[in-house]
């Protein structure tokens, strides 16, 4: 039997609901302050999201729609809406996910390593990190950020670069995604893998076969996670359930 010694948090979409509520509504205020005339509204952000990076969003979203940007203007209009995003976070606009505390103190408990995996800006993860985890320094032991990397999700580099970083092992790691580029990710770095459907996503999609169990939230005390692919006794997504996927158990 494997122990489990790290687990790696994907981060926007995964630990806070930050993408409608939060990225959304930060590139749509950047937008109107370039004078562009975009709108994303919430059925076109459901499908940019499959473009991994705001800055590719951007810049493909402009090739999309015959609109030139020179990739020095691109990178001005995401750093605007990276201010946006950070104030929306440090205002408490956003919402932790369903499980999530729970499940990261539990972790903490158990002395498994807890790293966070994301190809967003670092600028962004510590937005969250310091707005709703003030002992985050002690909860995670390290962070991969969009810096840290030249490829975003599907590709493998950010948990790649994180099972080095942490000197973990893939049959000892186990990775908890929102995405199925996300999930794809941690796949192709050869890490079992939870997926946290979106909360605007009703049913399993047809690629959630990478991921190892589906669900459509963490669960917590008195609200148990619903499975859409895969198997687990608990009633939430817990240490025990973690250990169980990681052993091949369910």
């Known amino acids: 039997m494997e122990a489990l010694n790290t687990v790696f948090w994907d981060l926007d979409g995964t630990i806070a609901n930050t993408e409608m509520s939060g990225h959304r509504i930060a590139f749509n205020l950047a937008f109107s ?141 186990l990775a908890i995604e929102d995405s199925i580029i996300g999930c794809q990710a941690a796949k192709s770095a050869q890490l079992k893998c939870i997926m946290t459907l979106s909360p605007w996503i009703k049913s399993a999609p047809r690629s959630t076969p990478h991921a190892d169990l589906v669900v459509d939230h963490l669960g917590d005390n008195h609200m148990s996670s619903k499975i859409f692919y895969g198997h687990t006794k608990e009633s939430m997504i817990n240490y025990s359930c973690l250990y169980s996927i990681l052993n091949g158990k369910i």
């Not at 369903?98 to 510590?126: C, D, F, H, M, P």
């Open 33 to 173: 302050e370039y004078s562009l005339m975009w709108n994303w509204d919430e059925e076109l952000y459901i499908r940019l999201l499959s473009i991994g990076g705001g800055l590719s969003r951007i810049i493909k979203y402009s090739e999309e729609i015959n609109t030139y940007l020179s990739l020095e203007q691109a990178k001005l209009i995401h750093k605007r809406k990276q201010f946006h995003y950070n104030s929306l976070v440090s205002a408490g606009k956003l919402d932790l996910r369903i499980g999530v505390s729970r499940l990261i103190n539990e972790l903490y408990s158990k002395n498994v390593k807890q790293w966070i995996v994301t190809t967003s800006s670092i600028l962004a993860v510590n937005a969250i990190l310091n707005r709703y985890f003030p002992n985050h320094k002690l909860l995670f032991s390290g962070i991969i950020s969009g810096e840290d990397v030249n490829c975003h999700k599907p590709d493998s580099e950010a948990y790649d670069l994180a099972l080095k970083r942490s000197n973990s092992l893939p049959q000892n790691s």
